[in-house]
């Protein structure tokens, strides 16, 4: 099957983008699409005064000269981030025009479109300027109001347009985020299988296949990626619009990020800074990346069949000591009760525990090998994320090894979900997988 193929079948499927058109020239099928999702109505392009050079110029003319009614507005800001002033400045916009949105831009302009639009009632075009990320497909905008990042509830675009003369164009480190953020879902998809074997998250088949299936292909061209061929960088925006998409199949972020985004989270949370900038969320989320791959290769090492249920569940501690553990660990974090809350939603109880240890014991074998299908060995991540010139050490983006180390027993408490550091919490092996990672000849050597 081909991207095209897979994308078309995936859109059939989702509940919330309808069409999408990704491919060289692809931003003069915008008044065609237009034409087929808002009949009879006026579009009002809308973007930022660099990507209006890039794109919002060329769709505005294209959509006039096709005799589409189309105005078009440019956020006035040199700079601007995902706030709620944006929000309510764009719903102004689309109040005084009565058209739909067409946002011309990165995530930014996308969220805050995504939202104001929502608010009214109203779907929107979506043409994105960078493949960077995956939220230009996903449910929900993440914009900062009254000082703190939320999530809002909204549907996705009706309507997604990747033009790979738009997209080559981007900034490199953009495409090359995107790319890291599309492998996530490799290791990612290893910890819904853990998840799926403890019965917490069971596989969702059609947002499985609708992601996993197509990654091995799209990843493999890492050189399309430093080279930003049109191909490479077009499969890449597809394999972060049919993300979304799963995301709307799934009706959950699970499809998406598992562990490897909570580094990434961590560092957002705590402010972190990498010469004097944010780093982009695809860098975060490439070293986590290949952190979990490292993990699963220590995991895969083991034998679990050997594994004393009776002990692990003996040592299985109680809500109560989990909740102390993480109050703990959280006191000095910006939002110290994420970890006592998390944890609290996460434990079960000891023979819900012990169901689960049968299972990994008894399964082993097997498991083991669907574990390794799925996850690429940490060599193999690292080998593409270098040639796609992504980062693959925590000091690439700032952070020491021994921060990064100590940052996993975070992770492990920092989201509801379960993880691979739950397996190892739960089987006793999470210290031993810790110290063959980051200690003498682990992937991430401490010192090395
Ligand atoms: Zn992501």
């Given at each position: 099957m081909t991207i095209k193929e897979r994308m078309d079948k995936a859109l059939e499927m989702a509940g919330q983008t309808k069409g999408a058109e990704i491919s060289q020239g692809a931003l003069k099928s915008t008044p065609v699409l237009f034409n087929k999702f808002f009949p009879g109505q006026k579009a009002v392009v809308i973007t930022d005064h660099f990507v209006w050079t890039a794109a919002g110029e060329a769709v505005y003319n294209i959509m006039n000269a096709e005799g589409v009614p189309c105005e078009k507005f440019i956020i006035p800001d040199k700079s601007f981030h995902a706030e709620?002033?944006?929000?309510?400045?764009?719903?102004?916009?689309?109040?005084?025009?009565?058209?739909?949105?067409?946002?011309?831009?990165?995530?930014?302009?996308?969220?805050?479109?995504?939202?104001?639009?929502?608010?009214?009632?109203?779907?929107?075009?979506?043409?994105?300027?960078?493949?960077?990320?995956?939220?230009?497909?996903?449910?929900?905008?993440?914009?900062?109001?009254?000082?703190?990042?939320?999530?809002?509830?909204?549907?996705?675009?009706?309507?997604?347009?990747?033009?790979?003369?738009?997209?080559?164009?981007?900034?490199?480190?953009?495409?090359?985020?995107?790319?890291?953020?599309?492998?996530?879902?490799?290791?990612?998809?290893?910890?819904?299988?853990?998840?799926?074997?403890?019965?917490?998250?069971?596989?969702?088949?059609?947002?499985?296949?609708?992601?996993?299936?197509?990654?091995?292909?799209?990843?493999?061209?890492?050189?399309?990626?430093?080279?930003?061929?049109?191909?490479?960088?077009?499969?890449?925006?597809?394999?972060?619009?049919?993300?979304?998409?799963?995301?709307?199949?799934?009706?959950?972020?699970?499809?998406?990020?598992?562990?490897?985004?909570?580094?990434?989270?961590?560092?957002?949370?705590?402010?972190?800074?990498?010469?004097?900038?944010?780093?982009?969320?695809?860098?975060?989320?490439?070293?986590?990346?290949?952190?979990?791959?490292?993990?699963?290769?220590?995991?895969?090492?083991?034998?679990?069949?050997?594994?004393?249920?009776?002990?692990?569940?003996?040592a299985w501690p109680t809500k109560e000591q989990e909740v102390a553990r993480a109050t703990e660990l959280f006191k000095n974090f910006p939002v110290p009760e994420l970890g006592p809350t998390e944890i609290a939603k996460k434990w079960q109880s000891p023979e819900e525990v012990r169901?689960?240890?049968?299972?990994?014991?008894?399964?082993?074998?097997?498991?083991?090998?669907?574990?390794?299908?799925?996850?690429?060995?940490?060599?193999?991540?690292?080998?593409l994320f270098v040639t796609a010139n992504a980062p693959v050490t925590p000091e690439q983006i700032g952070v020491s090894r021994e921060q990064w180390r100590n940052m996993t027993n975070f992770v492990q408490l920092m989201r509801w979900r379960v993880n691979l550091f739950d397996l190892a919490k739960r089987t006793q092996i999470f210290d031993t997988l810790v110290g063959n990672v980051f200690g003498k000849g682990g992937a991430l050597e401490i010192g090395a």
């Open positions: 709620w002033k944006y929000v309510e400045m764009i719903e102004e916009v689309l109040k005084q025009t009565g058209a739909i949105a067409i946002a011309v831009g990165s995530g930014v302009i996308n969220d805050v479109c995504k939202l104001a639009s929502h608010r009214l009632g109203q779907r929107y075009i979506c043409i994105a300027s960078a493949a960077s990320a995956d939220g230009y497909s996903a449910s929900g905008s993440a914009i900062v109001k009254d000082g703190a990042k939320q999530t809002f509830v909204c549907p996705a675009p009706l309507v997604i347009i990747g033009d790979s003369d738009v997209l080559c164009n981007a900034p490199a480190r953009l495409t090359t985020a995107g790319y890291a953020d599309l492998a996530a879902k490799i290791p990612a998809g290893g910890e819904w299988l853990i998840a799926d074997l403890f019965g917490t998250e069971p596989i969702k088949p059609d947002a499985w296949h609708v992601i996993q299936d197509m990654l091995p292909e799209v990843l493999a061209d890492a050189q399309g990626i430093a080279d930003r061929t049109p191909k490479a960088v077009e499969n890449i925006f597809a394999g972060l619009t049919m993300s979304g998409v799963a995301m709307q199949i799934a009706n959950d972020t699970r499809p998406l990020s598992c562990a490897e985004h909570l580094y990434s989270h961590y560092l957002d949370m705590t402010h972190h800074t990498f010469e004097d900038r944010m780093v982009l969320h695809g860098f975060q989320v490439s070293v986590g990346t290949v952190t979990l791959c490292a993990f699963f290769d220590e995991l895969l090492k083991m034998d679990l069949t050997k594994l004393d249920v009776d002990a692990c569940v003996a169901e689960q240890l049968l299972r990994v014991k008894n399964t082993w074998p097997e498991f083991k090998e669907k574990l390794r299908n799925q996850v690429y060995t940490f060599e193999k991540m690292r080998d």
